[in-house]
């Protein structure tokens, strides 16, 4: 099945610092999601980016479908910013389909 | 809000017995993916319902069961719990039968003692 892998595992930023997170994966997709889950376990939607380049505020992605890799960066970064953010791509299966996650990129900013 | 709305929120219970979790997608959503979070094991998927229909199964224990109803909210049945079956459970929904778009519940956190 495919591989989805995150860099870094960890990060610890200051407040106001810049950070670039990693998404590789092993095979070519449809469907590639960024997810940011917060201090309270919730699963938020960051981008639906399959391909190309995506900005919502301080936080952009790039999927460079080819290279099978994405890129989340955020900028001028919060405290609020912290939790675990997880790329996702999606695997279709014989009948149906499921997003296959990253172990996941733990980001601590401090204050 | 994302608009999946889980129940319960929270909920303790002892080895040995049956707990089901609850479901409501967003409106006009017909596919439900369930996803087990555990410390171990990181985010995984466990089953895909569409429009009613089982269509794909993940890692899923034979002690596990799931169903879509007919207004299209799901229900995952967990039997004979165990310790390790202690995990942040989340629902999703899609619109069609893609990911494509899929937004998450809040996610039941489940804790067997």
Known sequence: GIQVEQSPPDLILQEGANSTLRCNFSDSVNNLQWFHQNPWGQLINLFYIPSGTKQNGRLSATTVATERYSLLYISSSQTTDSGVYFCAVEFVMEYGNKLVFGAGTILRVKS | ?113
């Open chain 2, 1 to 113: 809000d994302s608009g999946v709305t889980q129940t319960p929120k929270h909920l303790i219970t002892a080895t040995g017995q049956r707990v089901t979790l609850r479901c409501s997608p967003r409106s006009g959503d017909l596919s439900v993916y369930w996803y087990q979070q555990s410390l171990d094991q990181g985010l995984q998927f466990l089953i895909h319902y569409y429009n009613g229909e089982e269509r794909a199964k993940g890692n899923i224990l034979e002690r596990f069961s799931a169903q879509q109803f007919p207004d299209l909210h799901s229900e995952l049945n967990l039997s004979s719990l165990e310790l390790g079956d202690s995990a942040l459970y989340f629902c999703a929904s899609s619109v069609e039968y893609s990911t494509v778009g899929a937004f998450f519940g809040q996610g039941t956190r489940l804790t067997v003692v």
